[in-house]
């Protein structure tokens, strides 16, 4: 995930915190307020005195549910252009058709994810000089990348994937995670 896609991921998860706690204050205040308001009528009904001081208490309140509601709706229309901005940075992670969908030869096989055993040449004394390759058999499914413990394979969905040796410590977890037998050990 790219900076930018945390930072509006963050972003979003901020206002959608400010709109729900300014939701909770405007539920627990709106009924106190309202009880004021109802007092201040009764009062005035019996003191016409208090009626200055019942209009300023009134006006303050309007203008702190108004000065509310105008937040909320500041913050509503910056959490849709964090969301849109969102989805738009992250559309690059996904792909430009949307969601990948399992290539055709992929789609109806039902498939074990079970590791295949470890190969013996782990063991031989030239294990500092093998190398993987990654042959055209590849679907691009990144399982291959996912239990590379060194990140030696770079995780694109649905291309042919790379190892790179420079990063590459033989452990041969592409290799026996791999479902179509695209991982090949190559000795230099």
């Keep these: 995930m790219s900076a930018l896609t945390r930072w509006l991921a963050a972003a979003i998860a901020a206002l959608v915190a400010i709109l729900l706690v300014d939701c909770a204050v405007a539920t627990w205040r709106e009924p106190r307020d309202d009880k ?4 201040f009528q009764q009062k005035t009904q019996a003191d016409a005195a208090l009626t200055p001081k019942f209009s ?5 309140i309007t203008d702190l549910h108004l000065a509310r509601r105008n937040r909320d709706k500041t913050v509503a229309w910056v959490l849709i252009a964090a969301a849109v901005a969102f989805l ?7 792909g430009r058709r949307g969601l990948p969908v399992a290539p055709a030869k992929d789609r109806n096989r039902a498939r074990p994810r079970v590791l295949k ?6 063991k031989s004394p030239n294990r500092a000089k093998m190398r993987y390759r990654i042959t055209d058999d ?17 995780f694109r969905p649905y291309e042919k994937h790379v190892v790179d040796d420079a990063h590459c410590k ?3 977890m592409c290799r026996r995670a791999c479902q179509e037998d695209a991982v090949e050990i190559v000795s230099a």
């Design 36 to 39: 004021l308001i109802k007092e």
């Design 56 to 60: 300023a208490e009134q006006k303050r």
């Design 88 to 94: 738009v940075s992250s559309r690059r992670l996904v």
């Design 117 to 122: 055993p470890p190969s013996p040449l782990l």
């Design 138 to 154: 590849c679907i691009g499914c990144t399982v291959c990348a996912q239990v590379c413990p060194k990140g030696a394979i770079a």
């Design 170 to 172: 033989p452990c041969d």
